[in-house]
């Protein structure tokens, strides 16, 4: 029977996912005026970062049998790709 991925490497690609999209959403925040959401939505939109940044990477030093998991890949794929648009989001629009 084949088993399915660690629950750390879900944990990994739920938190790549996580910063991702929090990336995303800060990216739209800064470059449109459209959205002008309570300032309580944009913390939690713009929490996901650094959850992703030091959660992902931890989870990946502690579970050393997730590293040779597909999605654990993935998932620090997404982390290193957060880092990127988000240090490129901090050094275009301002």
């Known amino acids: ?45 713009t929490s996901g970062i650094p959850v992703a940044l030091f959660g992902a990477p931890l989870v990946w030093l502690l579970v050393p049998a997730a590293r040779h998991e597909a999605l654990a890949k993935v998932g620090m794929a997404l982390v290193a790709l957060m880092l990127v648009a988000f240090v490129v989001m901090l050094n275009v629009g301002y």
Do not use: Q
């Open 1 to 45: 029977a084949h088993k399915g991925p660690s629950s750390a490497a879900w944990a990994i690609a739920v938190l790549g996912v996580l910063g991702a999209v929090s990336a995303t959403l800060t990216g739209m925040l800064s470059f449109t005026d459209s959205m002008d959401p309570p300032e309580w939505v944009r913390i939690v939109m």
